[in-house]
Every structure is written in structure tokens, then in C-alpha cells.
């Protein structure tokens, strides 16, 4: 009795991991749009001699040297080609002149790129990113460029598309991150979460009116654990911080309601689209759940401290962000902010175990 109990359990094991594997391994590419939080390379290739950032010590931990990777290491997008057995995202921009193979994927995500085109921010006088212009739908143009080189027929592009992943995001946190910084309340920001995952779901659709089938449409971070956020803002928010995370509620509160409105627009799309599989990926949950049990995770408790930047209490200096002449924590994978905007790679790598192996997607990414 107890030996066939054991050997179940031994059975469930190796059935559920291999049941996991099948799964991502039918992917035979994997493409994305984003920021950031993704991007790895195109910033550093539109900005040439104008990059400012991400010099060295950016990607100390992994590849040894800046690869235009926010972090000190991979990214989730990365440990997520890892698991598909994939090889790592090649930035659109150094693939479109060079010999470089892209039918196992490219990634289209530019660092400070915002969801809304930038003259949606002028219009209305709303300050925003101005690091870059690449916005969602000029990647989206890319991407149509693209296509061609990686199916022709509509079959060949069915066939190709049933086997590739797409995540659409993270984006959006621009559009609001820099109005936030210069001090633009909530409710001038709150009016725009409409039209901001209203340009997520139009990408959405786009795709999917192309082909694609397999998405993953992630949300916004829990902005108010972020330092950027602790340190520079008005007195009256930096009072109103979870005791518990130390977070401040407010933004994070801000984060989820931009979370729930994308929610809703991806039910909507699932009715309209059912062949598709749309699904959620809760990069909100997966990384507060960091910031409240931090050391579970191996992470000290100074959670809001970034490993890199200018000194402070918090090591965080906006005008002076992690570059060359920072400090640089001894241990980056005991820190879950690199620069105080950015996650480290040891955070990027459970935040992708979490979409993975955890509950943070909807319908679940690995059945
Ligand atoms: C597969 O899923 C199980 C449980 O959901 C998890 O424990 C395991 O680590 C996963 N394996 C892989 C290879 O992702
Ligand atoms: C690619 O090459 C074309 C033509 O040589 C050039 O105009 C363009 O700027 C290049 N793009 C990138 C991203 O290097
Ligand atoms: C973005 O576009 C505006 C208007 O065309 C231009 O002035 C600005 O230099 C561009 N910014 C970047 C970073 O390319
Ligand atoms: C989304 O697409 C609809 C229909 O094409 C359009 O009317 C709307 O302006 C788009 N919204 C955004 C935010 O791009």
C-alpha cells in the first residue's frame, strides 16, 4: 500500500513534468512587443551614440558585458526561451539588415516604448517617454514587415502561427510612468486606462487578424513597490504605504485597475476570437508575492533598495541612474530591483517560473 502510494506519487512527478515540456516545446518561435521589462537590444540599436543607458554594469550577472538588456542578467522573456528550448529573442533591429534567421522568433520591444502613439500624450499635454518613439503600433508596423519573410501563404502562415508564441507586452506602464514621476494625480491619469489597453487589445486583435493564435497578454507591475516610485513621490502617497510590504498602496492600487480594465477587454476579445487562446499573465501577483515573502525567495529584506545606482538610502538617484560610476551591490541575486525601475535577473527568473510552473497566467500558459 504504502510503496504503491510512493510509487504514484514518484509516477505523478515524471508524468507532470514531461506532460509540461510537451507543452512548450510544440512552440517552434516565440515573438515579442514591449518595453523594457523585454527588451533586449533594440533600445541600445535606435539610440546608437544617444544610448544613455544600459551601459555597464548592466548584464554583469549573464553575458558578461551590456547586451541592451535592462538587468543585470536575462530577462523573463529569456528564461522563457530557455524553457521552450529556444534560443534568446534577437532584437528586430539586428535582424532586419543582417543575415540573422527569424523564423524562430524576434523581439520587437524597445525600452521606453508606450502603448499610445507619442502624439496621443501631446494632444492632451501629457508628458511621456521621450527615450524613444518606437511605440506599440510602430512595432506592430515591424512585425508586418516581417511577416513576409517567415510565411507566404495564408496555410504556411496558419501552419507557422499554431506553433508560435506571442506576448504582447508588458506595455503600457510608460504611458503613465514619466506623468507620475513629474507629479500628475490619478485623476488625470485614470481617464487614459481606457485608450492605453485600448491600444493592447487593437494589437491584439491585429495579431490575431494575422494568424496568430497562442498570445500572452501580460499587465502592469506592482508600480508602487518600484524605488523610482518610493523615492520621488509627494509626501501625502509615500504616508500611504502597505506596513506590511512597504509598497505604496496608491500606485499599486493604480496598477490594478489598469490590470482589471485589461482583463475585461481580453474577455471581450475572447468571445469574438475563440478560435485563439488569449492568455493573461499576471506580472502583478507574480512579482508582489516577491516583495511580501522576500526571503522565501532568497532576497534580503531591504527590498526596495536597488543593487545599482547612485548611493542614498534606497541607492537610487533619478538623475544619476546605475552606470559606470555606481554602486554595485556585492550580491545582485539577494536584490529584486537592479536599478530601481528594473528587476535583477534572480526576480526575472521567478517571475517566469511563475508564469510557467505557477498560477499567474489565465487560462494557465502549461496546463
Ligand atoms: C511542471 O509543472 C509542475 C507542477 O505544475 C512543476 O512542479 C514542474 O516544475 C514543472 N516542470 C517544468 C519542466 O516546467
Ligand atoms: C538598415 O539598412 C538600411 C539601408 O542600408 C538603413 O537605411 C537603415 O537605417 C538600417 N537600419 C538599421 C536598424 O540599422
Ligand atoms: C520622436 O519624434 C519627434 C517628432 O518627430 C522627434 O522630434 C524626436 O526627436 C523623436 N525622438 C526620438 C527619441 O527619436
Ligand atoms: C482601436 O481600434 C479601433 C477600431 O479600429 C479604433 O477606433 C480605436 O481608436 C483604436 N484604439 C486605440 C487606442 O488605438
Known amino acids: 500500500m504504502k510503496?504503491?502510494?510512493?510509487?504514484?506519487?514518484?509516477?505523478?512527478?515524471?508524468?507532470?513534468?514531461?506532460?509540461?515540456?510537451?507543452?512548450?516545446?510544440?512552440?517552434?518561435?516565440?515573438?515579442?512587443?514591449?518595453?523594457?521589462?523585454?527588451?533586449?537590444?533594440?533600445?541600445?540599436?535606435?539610440?546608437?551614440?544617444?544610448?544613455?543607458?544600459?551601459?555597464?554594469p548592466y548584464g554583469k550577472t549573464f553575458f558578461g558585458h551590456p547586451?541592451?538588456?535592462?538587468?543585470?542578467?536575462?530577462?523573463?522573456?529569456?528564461?522563457?526561451?530557455?524553457?521552450?528550448?529556444?534560443?534568446?529573442?534577437?532584437?528586430?533591429?539586428?535582424?532586419?539588415?543582417?543575415?540573422?534567421?527569424?523564423?524562430?522568433?524576434?523581439?520587437?520591444?524597445?525600452?521606453?516604448?508606450?502603448?499610445?502613439?507619442?502624439?496621443?500624450?501631446?494632444?492632451?499635454?501629457?508628458p511621456a517617454m521621450t527615450m524613444t518613439n518606437h511605440s506599440l503600433n510602430v512595432q506592430l508596423d515591424w512585425f508586418k514587415k516581417l511577416k513576409s519573410s517567415l510565411c507566404t501563404t495564408q496555410k504556411d502562415c496558419d501552419t507557422y502561427f499554431k506553433k508560435s508564441l506571442f506576448l504582447v507586452g508588458e506595455i503600457g506602464g510608460n504611458d503613465y510612468n514619466l506623468a507620475f514621476a513629474l507629479g500628475a494625480t490619478f485623476e488625470q491619469l485614470r481617464p487614459i486606462v481606457p485608450n492605453v489597453v485600448g491600444a493592447i487589445a487593437n494589437a491584439t486583435s491585429m495579431l490575431i487578424e494575422h494568424g496568430v493564435v497562442e498570445l500572452v497578454v501580460p499587465g502592469n507591475l506592482p508600480i508602487g513597490c518600484l524605488t523610482s516610485y518610493?523615492?520621488?513621490?509627494?509626501?501625502?502617497?509615500?504616508?500611504?504605504?502597505?506596513?506590511?510590504?512597504?509598497?505604496?498602496?496608491?500606485?499599486?492600487?493604480?496598477?490594478?485597475?489598469?490590470?482589471?480594465?485589461?482583463?475585461?477587454?481580453?474577455?471581450?476579445?475572447?468571445?469574438?476570437?475563440?478560435?485563439?487562446?488569449?492568455?493573461?499573465?499576471?506580472?502583478?501577483?507574480?512579482?508582489?508575492?516577491?516583495?511580501?515573502?522576500?526571503?522565501?525567495?532568497?532576497?534580503?529584506?531591504?527590498?526596495?533598495?536597488?543593487?545599482?545606482?547612485?548611493?542614498?538610502?534606497?541607492?537610487?538617484?533619478?538623475?544619476?541612474?546605475c552606470g559606470s560610476t555606481s554602486k554595485v551591490c556585492k550580491d545582485p541575486s539577494a536584490s529584486i530591483l537592479w536599478d530601481g525601475v528594473h528587476l535583477t535577473e534572480a526576480a526575472y527568473r521567478h517571475m517566469a517560473k511563475g508564469l510557467l510552473d505557477g498560477p499567474f497566467t489565465s487560462p494557465r500558459l502549461v496546463a
Open 3 to 56: 510503496y504503491t502510494a510512493i510509487i504514484l506519487i514518484l509516477l505523478q512527478c515524471c508524468l507532470a513534468l514531461k506532460a509540461n515540456s510537451t507543452i512548450l516545446h510544440k512552440y517552434e518561435s516565440i515573438f515579442n512587443f514591449g518595453d523594457s521589462l523585454s527588451d533586449t537590444g533594440n533600445y541600445l540599436r535606435s539610440a546608437g551614440d544617444h544610448a544613455i543607458l544600459p551601459i555597464s
Open 67 to 126: 547586451t541592451g538588456r535592462f538587468s543585470d542578467g536575462r530577462l523573463t522573456i529569456d528564461f522563457i526561451a530557455e524553457a521552450v528550448g529556444l534560443p534568446y529573442l534577437k532584437p528586430y533591429l539586428e535582424v532586419v539588415n543582417g543575415s540573422v534567421d527569424a523564423r524562430s522568433g524576434v523581439n520587437f520591444a524597445v525600452a521606453g516604448a508606450t502603448a499610445l502613439d507619442p502624439t496621443f500624450f501631446a494632444a492632451r499635454g501629457i
Open 230 to 321: 518610493i523615492t520621488t513621490a509627494p509626501p501625502f502617497l509615500k504616508n500611504d504605504a502597505n506596513t506590511a510590504t512597504g509598497c505604496l498602496n496608491r500606485y499599486n492600487d493604480f496598477a490594478k485597475y489598469h490590470n482589471n480594465y485589461l482583463q475585461q477587454e481580453l474577455q471581450v476579445l475572447r468571445q469574438k476570437y475563440s478560435h485563439a487562446r488569449i492568455i493573461y499573465a499576471d506580472y502583478y501577483g507574480d512579482i508582489m508575492r516577491l516583495f511580501e515573502s522576500p526571503t522565501q525567495y532568497g532576497f534580503s529584506k531591504s527590498t526596495h533598495v536597488a543593487c545599482c545606482g547612485a548611493g542614498g538610502p534606497f541607492n537610487f538617484n533619478v538623475r544619476m541612474m
